[in-house]
């Protein structure tokens, strides 16, 4: 069970030996999209699970989700995302100090736009993973990141459309960038999804299939008595 809250102790421990770990490493990242599901039919949920993958702490980043064609997804509910991971902060001795939180108690819910999501992430995606009794970092291994994980089995990001009923058959491409800046310098990850909508034929060719196959064994028996 990961920590929620954190004592005035915790949060001192992270803020000296953790977090400076993570700060002076170059960022280096990859965004991961995860669906639940790459076939639906028109007007079924698409979900997708985004992740960041990598090290170090950019100064700024987003995050851009769109989709190739406006038919894939319902102009007019277009559907919502969220995030499941913040940053609190904590004065103590003097000092603003800060510490990632995350999983169902601090979803936080957005509306999507009909033609795509574009996401500000905050440094939290970014830290370490708070560290976990009985758990450690092998010798020479890179720590976690927060945006690695699922948390109450959300993952760090969730987007969840409502494809259109008017969606035709096909293939429909999902792209996420990343793009984050550190020290002036500008990097971008992207990562790619195919979402397939099936026809009446794909999703009902097992029935037909079935039939014909019957069909076929019951001639093949009717021959068989009638010679």
């Known amino acids: 069970m990961e920590k929620t809250e954190f004592s005035d102790d915790d949060v001192v421990q992270y803020n000296l030996e953790v977090l400076p770990q993570?700060?002076?490493?170059?960022?280096?990242?990859?965004?991961?999209?995860?669906?639940?599901?790459?076939?639906?039919?028109?007007?079924?949920?698409?979900?997708?699970?985004?992740?960041?993958?990598?090290?170090?702490?950019?100064?700024?980043?987003?995050?851009?989700?769109?989709?190739?064609s406006a038919e894939l997804v319902n102009q007019e509910d277009a559907g919502y995302h969220t995030y499941c991971i913040q940053l609190a902060t904590k004065h103590i001795n003097d000092r603003d100090m800060i510490f990632p939180v995350s999983g169902a108690k601090f979803t936080e819910q957005m509306a999507c736009r009909p033609k795509g999501v574009l996401l500000g992430l905050t440094t939290a995606f970014f830290l370490i993973r708070p560290p976990v009794r009985?758990?450690?970092?092998?010798?020479?291994?890179?720590?976690?990141?927060?945006?690695?994980?699922?948390?109450?089995?959300?993952?760090?990001?969730?987007?969840?459309?409502n494809s259109s009923r008017k969606a035709k058959a096909g293939d429909y491409t999902i792209d996420a960038v990343l793009t984050y800046v550190h020290r002036e310098v500008v990097r971008q990850s992207s990562d790619r999804?195919?979402?397939?909508?099936?026809?009446?034929?794909?999703?009902?060719?097992?029935?037909?299939?079935?039939?014909g196959s019957l069909i076929a064994f019951a001639l093949l028996i009717l021959g068989v008595v009638c010679s």
């Open 134 to 161: 009985g758990v450690h970092t092998k010798e020479g291994a890179l720590h976690a990141t927060m945006a690695e994980f699922t948390w109450d089995d959300c993952p760090p990001i969730l987007v969840h459309l």
């Open 193 to 211: 999804v195919v979402i397939h909508v099936t026809s009446r034929w794909e999703r009902n060719q097992w029935w037909v299939v079935i039939a």
């Open 22 to 68: 993570q700060q002076k490493l170059e960022p280096c990242y990859k965004v991961i999209i995860r669906p639940t599901r790459t076939k639906i039919r028109g007007g079924d949920d698409i979900d997708l699970g985004l992740f960041l993958s990598g090290v170090g702490i950019p100064d700024a980043s987003k995050c851009f989700i769109h989709w190739e």
